[in-house]
């Protein structure tokens, strides 16, 4: 147990939170439905509502979509991603136990289980590893923190862990078995920021067990993230921009979620993958890879080959807190690249075309370089916030005097999108997203001259294509445009 652990009891909080909201001048009215999200000039310009047979519209240019479990629905009605799936909860209470007295709680990750003491009765609750997910058809307009049939089978091997550790749960009746449902995410992390696809729409929302907890302080990052217009500290890992529009796919969350519910107490292992909902975005390499050994991961959905096993070894990732079972096989690909040459394949790169008469003027105000350069440069570069601090980091190559090609990490490409989006003005330009229209292949390591001039005809001296510049190339029957950069500390391209 964590001796600084506190125990609390939720309606009292909300109560509290509520009192403190009225005190500083909020004005709460219950048990209204929002029936739509106006918007206006792309952003929000009001939300409709019903009561009973009474209904309006509210004005307002800001409005939170905290609607839990409901959330991804409602947001839909705006095309807004808010990939969330609710999932069964259990818990169960005894009957009271006489003499038991205070106690803290007591989590035991390794059994899934959490133990409260409350009211001299004992409650266990389950992070179990195989979850249910829950409402695949949409969740019932008239459903309200009702309890869902209890499933004494999905409970049990938890029921039977907690006897043995705690072998009162034996002896004392039991007062309820609870099934509730909650909203859960593909990653685990709840939902705060603006959507990127409207402007005025903002969240707070998949809270993934863990919404009581989070409120207060969630509650106070996001109200300062209203008014101020910026984060008042890195919510990255919490921001709504990291989703995929592509994860609100039902099938694909129903999947994820019966998995993300038991990570709350499963080990957080470095480099652990997803197991669930695998395979959804895969470049045109990936069978290649996989013949050569490739073991993948995912990010932003990309399958990715993270390091190959030898002829025989297992393709797998066993997880430790120690040194990692890949370990060889990344030291021989480093070395590779660090002494000779290697390929790898970029292609999860999000890749955004910037066009139009003024996209040279355009990308000079949000980047900190100069952007201003001739048609075949590449400039590294970073978009800066107000007061200096990088919202993206990225490459921009000039492809002609009204086009630019922006190369950003695949997890960062919706919230860079949303930036550029964000911050046009009076310009005249056109903002694409060209990311599954290229793939990328890394030729990198000092050989890598020697390698690319193997396969194609063309000249890559550093007269021709010095660091810094790309050229359109022949290999085999095909084109490519060759991008003089690298990650690596070596010579290399980037191949698209
Ligand atoms: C069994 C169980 C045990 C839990 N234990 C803990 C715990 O120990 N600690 C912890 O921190 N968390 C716990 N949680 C999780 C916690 O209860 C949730 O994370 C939290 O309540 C989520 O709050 P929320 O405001 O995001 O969503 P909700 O509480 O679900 O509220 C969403 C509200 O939006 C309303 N709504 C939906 N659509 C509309 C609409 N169109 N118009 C108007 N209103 C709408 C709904 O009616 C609802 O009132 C537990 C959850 C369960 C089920």
């Known amino acids: 147990h964590l001796p600084l652990d506190g125990q609390c009891d939720p309606a009292n909080i909300a109560m509290a939170l509520a009192k403190g909201a009225r005190q500083r001048g909020a004005t709460i009215i219950e048990n209204v439905k929002v029936t739509k999200v106006h918007t206006r000039n792309g952003r929000v310009s009001g939300v409709s509502w019903a009561q009973g047979e009474d209904q309006g519209t509210i004005e307002t240019d800001i409005i939170v979509n905290c609607a839990g479990m409901w959330a991804r629905e409602l947001g839909r009605q705006n095309g807004v991603t808010i990939p969330l799936h609710a999932c069964e909860h259990?818990?169960?209470?005894?009957?009271?136990?006489?003499?038991?007295?205070?106690?803290p709680v007591l989590r035991v990750p390794d059994e899934c289980a959490y133990y409260k003491e409350d009211a001299g009765k004992m409650m266990l609750g389950?992070?179990?590893?195989?979850?249910?997910?829950?409402?695949?058809?949409?969740?019932?307009?008239d459903f309200c923190f009702d309890q869902l049939p209890e499933d004494m089978d999905h409970f049990e091997p938890i029921l039977e862990m907690g006897v043995n550790r705690m072998p009162m749960l034996g002896t004392a009746g039991i007062h309820?078995?609870?099934?509730?449902?909650?909203?859960?995410?593909?990653?685990?992390?709840?939902?705060?920021?603006?959507?990127?696809e409207l402007s005025g729409y903002w969240m707070a929302t998949g809270y993934n067990s863990i919404g009581i907890v989070s409120s207060g302080g969630a509650g106070m990052a996001l109200a300062q993230w209203i008014n101020d217009g910026e984060a008042p500290f890195d919510l990255w890992e919490v921001d709504i921009r990291r989703a995929q529009p592509f994860q609100k796919n039902r099938r694909y969350l129903k999947e994820r979620v019966s998995e993300t519910l038991g990570l709350l107490y499963a080990d957080?292992?470095?480099?652990?993958?997803?197991?669930?909902?695998?395979?959804?975005?895969?470049?045109?390499?990936?069978?290649?890879l996989k013949a050569r050994g490739a073991v993948f991961g995912e990010v932003a959905g990309w399958e990715r080959a993270n390091w190959f096993a030898r002829e025989g070894q297992e393709r797998e990732y066993r997880y430790s807190w120690k040194r990692q079972n890949w370990f060889e096989n990344q030291r021989e690909e480093h070395l590779a690249v660090r002494n000779g040459v290697g390929?790898?394949?970029?292609?999860?790169?999000?890749?955004?075309?910037?066009?139009?008469?003024?996209?040279?003027?355009?990308?000079?105000?949000?980047?900190?370089?100069?952007?201003?350069?001739a048609p075949g440069r590449i400039?590294?570069?970073q978009m800066l916030n107000a007061k200096g601090g990088i919202e993206s980091d990225l490459t921009v190559t000039r492809l002609s005097e009204t086009a630019y090609f922006l190369v950003v990490p695949g997890a960062t490409l919706q919230r860079d999108l949303a930036w550029l989006r964000k911050h046009?003005?009076?310009?005249?330009?056109?903002?694409t997203d060209v990311t599954a229209a290229e793939a990328v292949i890394c030729v990198m390591g000092p050989e890598a001259r020697k390698l690319i001039q193997k396969v194609s005809p063309n000249d890559f001296s550093n007269e021709v294509n010095p660091f810094g510049t790309f050229q359109?190339?022949?290999?085999?029957?095909?084109?490519?445009?060759?991008?003089?950069?690298?990650?690596?500390?070596?010579?290399g391209w980037e191949l698209y």
Not at 349 to 373: H, P, S, T, W, Y
Not at 424 to 431: C, D, S
Not at 479 to 490: D, Q
């Open 90 to 103: 259990f818990y169960l209470v005894t009957e009271p136990i006489p003499g038991l007295s205070r106690l």
């Open 126 to 141: 389950a992070f179990e590893p195989v979850a249910k997910p829950w409402g695949m058809d949409g969740i019932r307009e």
């Open 176 to 196: 309820t078995f609870f099934n509730g449902p909650e909203s859960f995410t593909p990653d685990d992390r709840y939902y705060l920021g603006e959507a990127p």
């Open 472 to 491: 359109e190339i022949e290999i085999g029957m095909g084109l490519a445009r060759a991008h003089r950069v690298t990650y690596v500390g070596e010579l």
């Open 379 to 381: 400039v590294y570069t």
């Open 343 to 373: 390929l790898f394949d970029m292609t999860s790169f999000g890749k955004i075309r910037v066009e139009g008469r003024d996209a040279c003027a355009f990308l000079q105000r949000l980047c900190a370089n100069d952007m201003d350069v």
């Open 268 to 288: 957080h292992f470095p480099y652990r993958q997803m197991a669930t909902s695998r395979g959804v975005r895969r470049s045109p390499l990936h069978e290649h």
């Open 424 to 431: 046009v003005a009076e310009e005249f330009v056109v903002i």
